[in-house]
């Protein structure tokens, strides 16, 4: 194994400016958030009882000597509460997951304008403005993804706006929103060059308001490169990328293999912060097989415990993000780093072979992260690729009627599908228009799943999978 080491607005014209509210804006509006699963208040306790307060493992950020824990909270995912027929954040359970991750050492928060319909810097800013400042870090983005954002004004409405929504006058670690991705390198300098932007943002850093400057990238590699390039005069002090222990090698559609990336932050000291480490829950929802290999290694280790140990092994990454719903998602974060036991080199080859293996499988690269939503016809994305890839994983997508477990499976995927999907927004309901294409950070071709799905699911209703093949 090779490891490298304030002009302000109203919240309805703000919404309007960054595209949120609708997807007529034009931005990609990353929902991000999940519906609350009931769980009692005495259970909170209980799950996080037995693991101890006073062991997080820190990393020290080289230019300003901060102590960053290694577990990162993503506020990507914040949970999700019906109120009179409309879903809003559970500010009430938010509050709750900041605490106990605070009272266990997390300090480091991630959150972005977009993130939840636009909502998560507001319920991140309220769960955080209970603890005193120096307690945590914040890290926020220049989400500006809708082209009547790329002007100078609209893009410092949207810093202005991150500062007052988390309630702070100052952010400990700012962003340039997914550089590489839509249309590459024009795309990035419409966004933060031709306007002034990136001079902006550097100047707020001189001037002590933005603490550490750096950017998360998905997509372009060219774009990437170009990052390093002005890295003598941007001096980034961080950078957020992708990484796990499938990327490492399998880095899907036009992504880039995180060993590349890695390994080039690590030439110029650029510390790393890990986004990602799960795919989006996929690699804590693999195939049968791999999870029996898993737990015939370890089983009293979760699934995902692997993915984060492998993450936080890496010497050069500061914190590793993780967007946790549910509190049993923080209490096995906090079992994973209170302290890392940080993997040996035969685990991390045990790991590179595991991956081998899930890549025969095959899945559609969706890490749930929702920025193909809203769909302007309704179609829930993320759920339709979601039930695939799950039926996959569980040996639920025959190749023919002839497959062994032809009707098991056949029943299983229809009936999970009608169930996890409304049917008025499944895959037959795409019309191609291809607004999705260009906001999915995995590069996935969405309207040809879309077709592919819509037409293995009408193959099953219709007894006729696989006959075209045979013919």
């Known amino acids: 194994m090779k490891i490298i080491k304030d002009k302000k607005m109203d919240r309805r014209e703000f919404l309007r400016r960054v595209g949120a509210g609708s997807a007529a804006a034009g931005m990609a509006a990353l929902t991000g958030c999940t519906p609350r699963t009931e769980i009692k208040e005495d259970e909170y306790s209980s799950e996080t009882s037995d693991i101890p307060t006073d062991q997080m493992t820190y990393r020290t950020n080289p230019k300003t000597g901060d102590k960053v824990s290694l577990l990162g909270y993503g506020c990507m995912r914040w949970p999700n509460i019906n109120v009179d027929g409309k879903e809003k954040i559970d500010q009430e359970t938010v509050n709750r997951l900041v605490d106990t991750a605070i009272a266990h050492g997390v300090n480091y928060f991630d959150t972005s304008p977009a993130y939840c319909r636009g909502m998560?810097?507001?319920?991140?800013?309220?769960?955080?403005?209970?603890?005193?400042?120096?307690?945590?870090?914040?890290?926020?983005?220049?989400?500006?993804?809708?082209?009547?954002?790329?002007?100078?004004?609209?893009?410092?409405?949207?810093?202005?706006?991150?500062?007052?929504?988390?309630?702070?006058?100052?952010?400990?670690?700012?962003?340039?929103?997914?550089?590489?991705?839509?249309?590459?390198?024009?795309?990035?300098?419409?966004?933060?060059?031709?306007?002034?932007?990136?001079?902006?943002?550097?100047?707020?850093?001189?001037?002590?308001?933005?603490?550490?400057?750096?950017?998360?990238?998905?997509?372009?590699?060219?774009?990437?490169?170009?990052?390093?390039?002005?890295?003598?005069?941007?001096?980034?002090?961080?950078?957020?990328?992708?990484l796990n222990y499938l990327d490492w090698k399998h880095a899907g559609g036009n992504n880039t293999n995180a060993e590349y990336l890695y390994n080039e932050l690590g030439k110029r000291n650029i510390p790393v912060v890990v986004m990602e480490p799960l795919l989006g829950g996929r690699l804590s929802k693999v195939h049968d097989h791999v999870v029996a290999r898993f737990k015939q290694k370890e089983p009293d280790r979760s699934v995902a415990s692997w993915a984060f140990r492998y993450a936080g092994t890496f010497p050069e990454v500061l914190t590793v993000l993780s967007g946790m719903t549910f509190m049993e998602h923080l209490a096995d974060n906090l079992r994973s780093f209170c302290p890392l036991k940080p993997l040996d080199e035969d685990e991390v080859q045990y790991l590179y072979d595991t991956a081998d293996l899930i890549v025969q499988y095959p899945t559609i690269p969706c890490n749930d992260c929702k920025y193909c939503m809203p769909c302007p016809y309704g179609l829930d994305i993320p759920a339709i690729l979601t039930h695939y890839n799950k039926c996959v994983n569980e040996g639920n997508v025959p190749e023919s009627t002839q497959s062994e477990n032809y009707r098991k499976a056949r029943q299983a995927f229809l009936v999970g599908y009608d169930r996890s999907v409304p049917k008025l927004r499944q895959a037959n309901h795409c019309i191609g228009c291809r607004k999705c294409v260009s906001h999915c950070p995995q590069n996935i071709n969405i309207p040809r799943q879309m077709r592919r799905i819509d037409h293995f699911v009408e193959q099953l209703k219709q007894n006729t999978l696989g006959e075209n093949k045979q013919a």
């Not at 810093?159 to 309630?167: A, D, I, R």
Request: proline share 2%; aromatic share 12%.
């Open 120 to 242: 998560s810097e507001r319920a991140t800013g309220i769960a955080l403005s209970r603890h005193p400042r120096d307690k945590y870090f914040i890290a926020t983005k220049m989400s500006n993804f809708a082209p009547q954002t790329w002007n100078r004004e609209a893009s410092i409405d949207i810093y202005n706006n991150s500062l007052k929504e988390l309630q702070t006058d100052y952010i400990d670690y700012m962003l340039l929103h997914c550089v590489g991705t839509g249309s590459g390198m024009r795309e990035f300098e419409q966004r933060f060059i031709d306007n002034g932007i990136l001079d902006f943002l550097m100047e707020e850093r001189e001037a002590g308001r933005i603490r550490n400057l750096g950017f998360s990238y998905h997509g372009d590699v060219k774009v990437f490169d170009h990052m390093l390039e002005l890295h003598d005069k941007c001096n980034w002090d961080f950078a957020q990328i992708q």
